[in-house]
């Protein structure tokens, strides 16, 4: 590891001071619930389209990819084809139609509360079931990012993983508890346009000290043949390439599931809500997908930059990026490029700390135990729960663990648990409460379930793909056969609401 100097931690102050910053000049902006969850429904086309990508990316697209890629070769990139996919699909048949129901579901700011609302559930049980899945993932979900914080600050400074994290959890928490989802976007602006920076310039320096994309070809070869070839996964022991056995079906169909995760993660789904309006989606896709595309293409390419340039092999792939920024850069330079993983790490803990802090204060505090709060009494509250989410995950982040496997499993949770509900929830107008509940329910059981099955049966299949297909099944069967149809006529309100995105 390559010490950085004072030139490179004070790039790394100026940016966690510029960050709150932001916070606080949008602090003053938030006087309701609404503009604390979804700032009045205001974002523009940029803001909602960097905002959700960079939220939704984390510090995986830095750490974990590249390290998959890093280990693995390009056969690990069947990822990024499946989240490219997912993420025009999201924006193209989801966004438009959720930012409308929201809205007209009582200006609903969290998706229990719409579930609640679009059902008609008198009972409460749709939305306390779903809060709580919400709150179980999104714990286990901000836990990657301490994770990943506790990587970076330890690889970077030297020092020791506990205190690393304790470091990234204080900077967050920070960060969350003054902004808001109004700062949270704007700042995730920002963190999205140093990310992209960062991975683009990045694998790019590199090749150019290699030669050209030819000689890497040729550095890859050398190593190992497995190392560029979609179908096959490379096997790194002890320091060495070598020729690993072809991918399997069932290993391409689940790293391609990954898509599937989009339509299900309440923190993209948040920025569709808080959009100004669904004329500005079409525009917020394109933005968004090319966004997208680009750097995970740059995010493989860093995996394998990695293995020919870097001095020797790493003993963690997952700080392949770190490694690369620290030896070939200089100070200032390092010190921006490395705050881009911060900025990956923090775009997304945020935004999962708001949703999940929304899910307490919403869900739990103001539907059953103060009805009558204030507004400012529910921002405080709201802020308050930030604090209580992440000393749990806090918690859960000191049992270590690599940031893509704990990032797989939540995104699997929520992708199987809300998908499927989401998408007939807009489409199906006689979906019923009982469909909806049925969905969430054997999504997440399944999702929990099918990890442990895979830990004694090795089945190799992601557990996103069982969970997504048993929830679909369940909530079509209970919603065809269990409860009635809102009497409210959705259908009708969305034709007359929103026209259909351009494709």
Request: charged share 10%; hydrophobic share 55%.
């Amino acid at each position: 590891m390559v010490d950085l100097d004072g030139v490179t931690l004070g790039t790394f102050i100026v940016y966690l001071v510029a960050m709150v910053a932001i916070g606080v000049w949008v602090y003053n902006r938030t006087k309701t619930l609404s503009d604390f969850a979804l700032g009045g429904r205001s974002l523009n086309a940029p803001t909602a389209a960097l905002s959700a990508q960079a939220s939704d990316m984390s510090g995986w697209l830095l750490l974990g990819l590249p390290g998959a890629v890093y280990a693995a070769g390009i056969g690990a990139s069947w990822i990024a084809v499946g989240l490219a996919v997912g993420t025009y699909l999201n924006w193209l048949f989801v966004a438009p139609r959720l930012r409308t129901y929201t809205e007209r579901a009582k200006d609903s700011v969290s998706l229990s509360a719409y579930l609640e609302e679009r059902f008609e559930d008198r009972t409460r049980a749709l939305r306390v079931i779903s809060a709580v899945v919400i709150l179980v993932f999104f714990t286990v979900y901000v836990a990657s990012g301490l994770v990943a914080g506790g990587v970076l600050f330890e690889q970077v400074f030297g020092v020791e993983s506990t205190l690393a994290m304790t470091v990234a959890v204080v900077v967050i928490v920070v960060y969350a508890f003054l902004g808001g989802f109004l700062a949270v976007s704007f700042t995730d602006v920002v963190q999205g346009l140093l990310m992209f920076a960062a991975l683009v310039a990045l694998p790019l320096i590199a090749v150019g000290t290699l030669g050209g994309f030819g000689a890497l070809r040729n550095a890859l070869n050398d190593e190992s043949p497995a190392l560029l070839d979609m179908n096959a996964e490379a096997s790194f022991t002890g320091g060495v390439w070598g020729a690993g056995a072809p991918l399997s079906f069932v290993a391409i169909i689940s790293l391609l599931a990954w898509g599937l995760g989009y339509f299900g993660q309440p923190h993209i789904l948040a920025r569709f809500m808080g959009i100004r309006s669904h004329k500005d989606i079409p525009t917020a896709r394109r933005i968004g997908t090319s966004w997208v595309v680009v750097t995970l293409g740059a995010a493989c390419l860093v995996g394998l930059v990695g293995i020919s340039v870097l001095d020797q092999p790493l003993d963690n792939p997952e700080t392949v990026f770190i490694a690369l920024a620290q030896q070939l850069l200089n100070p200032w330079v390092a010190g921006i490029v490395l705050a881009a993983v911060l900025a990956a790490i923090m775009s997304t803990a945020d935004s999962q700390l708001l949703v999940s802090s929304t899910a307490l204060t919403e869900d739990f505090y103001h539907a059953f135990l103060n009805r009558e709060a204030s507004q400012r009494s529910l921002v405080w509250v709201g802020r308050g729960s930030v604090i209580v989410v992440a000393v749990i995950a806090y918690v859960i982040a000191l049992g270590g663990g690599a940031v893509l496997d704990i990032v797989a499993y939540a995104w699997a949770g929520f992708g199987a648990a809300f998908g499927p509900v989401i998408l007939l929830s807009l489409y199906w107008p006689r979906m019923t409460g009982a469909g909806a509940l049925a969905g969430i329910i054997s999504g997440a059981a399944t999702v929990v379930i099918w990890r442990q099955i895979d830990v004694l049966a090795d089945t190799g299949l992601y557990e996103i793909i069982p969970g997504f297909i048993v929830a679909t099944v369940a909530a079509v069967v209970f919603g065809r056969f269990v409860g009635s149809p809102p009497v409210r006529s959705w259908e009708g309100a969305m034709g007359q609401a929103v026209e259909e995105p351009a494709r």
